[in-house]
């Protein structure tokens, strides 16, 4: 065992890893990554009502402690359980967001999302609201979030359909479409019907930026006010 200084953790030797790795045979080397992806991914998941909150920053050092843990299981994820790749990338893209790795956030929401077409629908548009949110510049985006719209749309999912709306909105004002970003509006309306206060709060502010663009100042301060 070799203790680290920096992190405050025991680690085996990279030779007493690769013995130990030798030694597993195919189906017990399968159960065991699949159970290492089991805990690491409910350990994720159980962390994700504390990222707003005055803990965030021991969360970030545990997560930041288990980075390659994470990865690692995450990359098992996107060979062998298309699901639970989604359930990752989902749960692993506040941090790395936080952590400005968003080439790495962004690419592992993109895999999760080409390996699970048939996932449960609640499940995938949570995953490409978070997508298209992501990568608001690229071409991608915009097809994200109108997957996300059809979907929500498809299932009645109203919140979804808000969130699809919001999303288009932002990727349009970022592309200088400032009409086509009214989007916003309708968005706004459900937020409203569903008494979503977090919706209508990033909402009123985008519309407000929304309005700033526009030179539409007094109707900027009315969104903020």
Not at 124 to 145: D, I, T
């Amino acid at each position: 065992m070799e203790w680290n200084e920096t992190s405050g953790r025991y680690r085996l030797h990279d030779l007493v890893r690769l013995f130990a790795s030798a030694k597993l045979s195919p189906p017990r080397r399968a159960i065991d990554q699949k159970r290492h992806a089991e805990y690491f991914l409910a350990k994720l998941e159980a962390t994700e009502p504390y990222l707003g909150g005055r803990d965030l920053g021991y969360y970030m050092d545990l997560f930041k402690a288990e980075q390659y843990n994470m990865r690692a299981a995450l990359k098992w994820s996107l060979e062998n359980n298309a699901e639970m790749a989604l359930r990752f990338a989902y749960s692993l893209s506040p941090f790395w967001n936080i952590l400005g790795q968003l080439n790495e956030e962004s690419t592992a929401l993109n895999a999760a999302l080409e390996k699970a077409p048939e996932a449960p629908m609640k499940l995938r548009m949570r995953v490409l609201g978070r997508a298209a949110l992501r990568q608001p510049n690229s071409k991608r985006a915009k097809e994200l979030a109108e997957q996300h719209l059809e979907l929500s749309r498809e299932t009645g999912a109203e919140l979804e359909e808000a969130w699809a709306l919001e999303n288009l909105g932002i990727i349009e004002r970022t592309r200088g479409h400032l009409q086509e970003a009214r989007s916003l509006e309708r968005a706004l309306v459900i937020f409203q019907q569903k008494n979503d206060k977090n919706g209508m709060a990033r909402t009123l502010l985008n519309l407000c930026v929304l309005a700033i663009d526009q030179d539409e100042f007094d109707s900027a301060l009315k969104f903020v006010t």
